[in-house]
């Protein structure tokens, strides 16, 4: 389930680099707006906060120019997913009436369009997806992370396996052998994210091949780590 929303400022605005932090705090502000959204922000933010998240989202600055550590635009795109029907209505009806709210509280006059996202199916046990936020490949050592891999790193894949195998547990409650999932990337770039200090993410187009299930899983709540951060989302490209 996804839907987007265009920001358009009738002016430029300058939005800091760290700019996916905002459109979290924008989601959780979304959710507070119903008893029930209170209820699932504190499930989610409070009481168990290191749960893994069921959503996504990627954000789209257009015209992107870059001064300093900010970047000059007046049009700014949110896009939304995530497999829980409940969790789209709650943060949809709750951002139709954040339509004042500004993200960046720019104190400058903006318009909102919310718009929905077509799902497309995925029917086969593989698919070829394209990140549309950079891919976070934790390097795991003795169960533990200790930064993150590049996509040329000789452990990159087997890490990606494990965070498959970790979303196919949490989510689908279904242990994966990692030999049956087979990752080729076709394309691939290297991106220092401006979060923590800078991590290393990865922008890809790569094919995967697994069970169905867990191929439209990754497509509602993405890849990776820090996926309800604002890191790896996912377009289907056939």
């Known amino acids: 389930m996804r839907f987007g929303i265009n920001f358009l400022y009738s002016d430029k605005v300058l939005i800091p680099t760290k700019y996916r932090k905002f459109f979290l705090a924008f989601i959780k502000e979304a959710l507070k707006h119903t008893e029930e959204g209170k209820r699932l922000y504190d499930y989610y933010f409070n009481k168990r906060k290191n749960l893994s998240k069921p959503f996504t989202f990627s954000i789209h600055i257009n015209p992107k120019q870059k001064i300093t550590n900010r970047f000059l635009t007046n049009n700014i795109k949110f896009y939304f997913s995530t497999n829980n029907l409940i969790l789209t209505t709650l943060i949809y009806n709750g951002i139709k009436k954040l339509e004042k709210y500004d993200p960046f509280d720019t104190n400058i006059k903006f318009t909102i369009d919310i718009f929905p996202i077509y799902q497309k199916n995925i029917r086969l046990d593989k698919a070829i997806f394209k990140s549309l936020s950079p891919i976070l490949v934790r390097n795991i050592k003795n169960k533990k992370g ?31 052998m990692i030999k049956d999932i087979d990752i080729q990337i076709f394309e691939a770039k290297r991106v220092i994210v401006p979060t923590y200090g800078g991590e290393i993410g990865n922008n890809l187009v790569f094919q995967l091949k697994a069970p169905n299930e867990l191929l439209k899983l990754i ?6 780590a820090k996926r309800s951060q604002g890191y790896g989302m996912v377009e289907v490209l056939r």
Request: cysteine-free; hydrophobic content about 30%; overall charge negative.
């Open 146 to 176: 200790k930064g993150y891999l590049t996509f040329d790193h000789e452990n990159f894949i087997q890490n990606l396996k494990y965070n498959l195998n970790n979303l196919s547990k949490n989510f689908l409650d279904k242990e994966i």
């Open 219 to 224: 497509y509602d709540i993405g890849i990776g």
